[in-house]
């Protein structure tokens, strides 16, 4: 999930109006940017994952970001906001991932694995957000409907590298709805080695050694 985040930033821009739409943004991506600060120190996917969404540690992270904003600020309800907003990552991708939320504890819904349905949630998250955001923002007109759009087809172009890239993909265009080994009753992907920017990028649905033969 991406702009499904975004959502929550503008939607809690448009709503405490003094606190900055980029420590917003920052806040709602966070623990994904902490996943990608862990991947030149040679920390697994695994690992990257847990210090980076799983519990205690994405308490840890909303709890830091809110630290930080209040020594900026000193401003109590901004560090709340900063902090839940951290912590609303961990709910969205609970949803769209199948990460557990603790080690050994429940796993997301992984819907992601429904790339249709993935995009419709995203993107009605992404309108709601937006929506709220427009009408307290001064904002250019061409502007109010070209970001929209510009998130919505950057969604859709990211989601499609995954149906396409081959024989990672985890899903294929001719039936995008299932991962498509399954469908043709092959091997799961393997994941093509620590710098593969959809392993990067967390997407599910690598095993972790390659099938033999
Ligand atoms: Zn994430």
Redesign the pocket.
């Known amino acids: ?1 991406i702009i499904g985040h975004f959502a929550v930033a503008y939607a809690a821009r448009a709503r405490w109006r003094r606190i900055p739409l980029p420590w917003l943004l920052l806040a709602t991506m966070a ?2 940017l902490l ?1 990608l600060c862990l991947a030149p120190w040679g920390v697994g996917m695994a690992s990257r994952n847990d210090y ?2 799983a519990l205690p540690w994405s308490i840890g992270l909303a709890a830091g970001a809110a630290l930080v904003a209040w020594m900026v600020r000193r401003d109590k309800e901004t560090a709340w906001v900063i902090g839940l907003v951290v912590l609303s ?1 961990i709910a969205l ?1 609970m949803l769209s ?1 199948r990460k557990p939320l603790w080690v050994g504890g429940p796993n997301g819904l992984n819907l992601q694995q429904f790339e249709p349905l993935e995009f419709v949630i995203e993107g009605a998250l992404l309108y709601v957000g937006w929506r709220l955001l427009r009408q307290r923002e001064q904002m250019h007109p061409a502007a109010r409907k070209l970001a929209l759009a510009l998130m919505l087809l950057g969604e859709a172009g990211y989601l499609t590298t995954t149906l396409l890239a081959r024989p990672y993909a985890t899903r294929c265009i001719e039936h995008p709805i299932q991962p498509c080994w399954k469908r043709r009753r092959d091997q799961p992907p393997t994941s093509r080695g620590p710098s593969d920017p959809l392993r990067l990028a ?1 997407v599910d649905g690598f095993v972790r050694k390659r099938p033999s033969g």
């Open positions: 999930m623990p994904d996943r980076s969404h990552h991708d991932g967390g």
